[in-house]
């Protein structure tokens, strides 16, 4: 089982999606925007990291002002709550015999792991 977080107008989130259920994975997509919770953001910081996790290059960090860019250097959380869309995406997560297995985008390398 795949869960697939991302959004629904994502060109990388529908390509993954795409991808995986043609290659017979039972994939469920979640919206970021809609149903991550805390405890999912935090367990992402925890395994990738903030500096993977955050996308600097997008719209929403391009808006957010010089103080709220700084506290998201120092703690994340809380900016990644208010502002999901930073996420880097898509967040897929694997489970296989009771682990999870994090990824984080959709390049080559990934692909590559999930055998397609």
């Known amino acids: 089982m ?3 977080y991302g959004l629904k107008n994502c060109d990388s989130c529908r390509k993954a999606l795409k991808a995986l259920q043609t290659a017979g994975w039972q994939v ?3 919206d970021m925007r809609e ?3 805390e405890s999912d953001i935090a367990a992402w910081l925890d395994g ?3 500096e993977a996790l955050i996308n600097r ?3 929403t960090w391009r808006t957010l ?3 709220h860019k700084e506290k998201c250097e120092n703690t994340p959380l809380p900016i ?3 502002n999901r869309t930073l996420i880097k995406r898509p967040v897929i997560e694997v489970k296989t015999k009771g682990k999870a297995k994090i990824y984080l985008g959709w390049n ?3 692909r590559t792991s999930l055998g397609l």
């Open 2 to 4: 795949i869960k697939l």
């Open 80 to 82: 990644l709550i208010e």
């Open 57 to 59: 290059r997008s719209t």
């Open 48 to 50: 990738l990291g903030a």
């Open 108 to 110: 080559d390398e990934i």
């Open 35 to 37: 149903a991550v919770g």
């Open 28 to 30: 469920d997509f979640v």
């Open 65 to 67: 002002s010089d103080r």
